[in-house]
C-alpha cells in the first residue's frame, strides 16, 4: 500500500491523504461517543433507580445540587432549583410556575442533545462524501492509465496495471473511511433519539408530579 501511494499521481496522494485523514477522525469521534452514549445511559439508569426508589424530591435535591449530574439528574436539579425559587416565601405557588418548570426541562434536554449530537454531523458527511472522493481518485488513476498507454502506444498490463491499481487503492480508502461512519452514525442517531425520548419522558412525569404539588398547594 505505501509502494502504491508513493508511485501515485500528487492529485490520487491528496485524495488518499484526505480520505485517510476523514477516516481517522471519525474513528476518534466513533470512539468518543461510544462512551458519551455508554455514560449517558448509566447515568440515566442510576437516577431513576434513585429518583423512583420512594425518596423525598427534597432530600434528593439536597444531595444532587452541589454535584456534576448526567443529564436526566441535572433536569430534576433545574427543575427543583426553579421550584424552589417560585415557591419560596409564599404560600401559595406563583402563577406560571409550572410554565417555567418546563420551559427549564427544554432546555436542560436541548442542551444535553446537541452535546450527544455533537460531531455526528462529521460521520454524516463523510459517509455521504467519501465514496465520490475515492471515485474522483478512481478516475484519476484511470486517466493516468490511458495516458500512459497513449505515450507508450502499448497496451501491456505493466503499463495499464500502475493506474489501474492507484484508482482501485483510492476507491478502497474511499469505502474504508465511508462504511464505518455511515453505520456509527444510524446507530448513534437511534440511540440519540432514544435518549431523548426517556429525557423527555422524565420530564412530563415530573411536571406531572409538580402538578400535583401544586394542586395540592392551591
Same mark, same amino acid.
Given at each position: 500500500?505505501?509502494?502504491?501511494?508513493?508511485?501515485?499521481?500528487?492529485?490520487?496522494?491528496?485524495?488518499?491523504?484526505?480520505?485517510?485523514?476523514?477516516?481517522?477522525?471519525? #474513528?476518534?469521534?466513533?470512539? =468518543?461517543?461510544?462512551?458519551?452514549?455508554?455514560? %449517558?445511559?448509566?447515568?440515566?439508569?442510576?437516577?431513576?433507580?434513585?429518583?423512583?426508589?420512594?425518596?423525598?424530591?427534597?432530600?434528593?435535591?439536597?444531595?444532587?445540587?452541589?454535584?456534576?449530574?448526567?443529564? *436526566?439528574?441535572?433536569?430534576?436539579?433545574?427543575? *427543583? /432549583?426553579?421550584?424552589?425559587?417560585?415557591?419560596?416565601?409564599?404560600?401559595?405557588?406563583?402563577?406560571?410556575?409550572?410554565?417555567?418548570?418546563?420551559?427549564?426541562?427544554?432546555?436542560?434536554?436541548? /442542551?444535553?442533545?446537541?452535546?450527544?449530537?455533537? /460531531?455526528?454531523?462529521?460521520? %454524516?458527511?463523510?459517509?455521504?462524501?467519501?465514496?465520490?472522493?475515492?471515485?474522483?481518485?478512481?478516475? #484519476?488513476?484511470? *486517466?493516468?492509465?490511458?495516458?500512459?498507454?497513449?505515450?507508450?502506444?502499448?497496451?501491456?498490463?505493466?503499463?495499464? %496495471?500502475? @493506474?489501474? %491499481?492507484?484508482?482501485?487503492?483510492?476507491?478502497?480508502? @474511499?469505502?474504508?473511511?465511508?462504511?464505518?461512519?455511515?453505520?456509527?452514525?444510524?446507530?448513534?442517531? =437511534?440511540?440519540?433519539?432514544?435518549?431523548?425520548?426517556?429525557?423527555?419522558?422524565?420530564?412530563?412525569?415530573?411536571?406531572?408530579?409538580?402538578?400535583? =404539588?401544586?394542586?395540592?398547594?392551591?
Amino acid at each position: 500500500m505505501v509502494a502504491l501511494f508513493l508511485q501515485a499521481h500528487i492529485v490520487v496522494q491528496i485524495v488518499m491523504i484526505g480520505l485517510l485523514l476523514a477516516s481517522v477522525w471519525s #474513528w476518534a469521534i466513533i470512539v =468518543q461517543k461510544l462512551f458519551a452514549f455508554s455514560k %449517558a445511559r448509566q447515568e440515566t439508569d442510576n437516577f431513576e433507580q434513585v429518583f423512583w426508589s420512594g425518596q423525598s424530591l427534597e432530600e434528593l435535591y439536597q444531595a444532587l445540587a452541589q454535584r456534576q449530574n448526567g443529564a *436526566m439528574a441535572a433536569m430534576f436539579v433545574a427543575a *427543583m /432549583r426553579e421550584w424552589k425559587r417560585s415557591s419560596e416565601g409564599t404560600p401559595k405557588p406563583l402563577a406560571g410556575v409550572q410554565d417555567r418548570v418546563e420551559k427549564v426541562l427544554d432546555v436542560t434536554i436541548g /442542551r444535553e442533545m446537541d452535546r450527544l449530537e455533537h /460531531r455526528l454531523l462529521f460521520l %454524516a458527511t463523510v459517509g455521504s462524501t467519501s465514496p465520490f472522493i475515492g471515485l474522483f481518485g478512481t478516475v #484519476w488513476g484511470i *486517466m493516468t492509465s490511458f495516458q500512459a498507454i497513449a505515450v507508450s502506444k502499448n497496451t501491456s498490463l505493466a503499463v495499464v %496495471a500502475p @493506474g489501474i %491499481a492507484e484508482a482501485l487503492f483510492a476507491t478502497a480508502l @474511499g469505502l474504508l473511511a465511508a462504511i464505518p461512519a455511515v453505520v456509527f452514525y444510524n446507530k448513534f442517531s =437511534q440511540e440519540a433519539a432514544r435518549h431523548a425520548h426517556r429525557l423527555e419522558s422524565f420530564a412530563d412525569e415530573f411536571s406531572a408530579i409538580l402538578s400535583r =404539588q401544586i394542586d395540592v398547594r392551591s
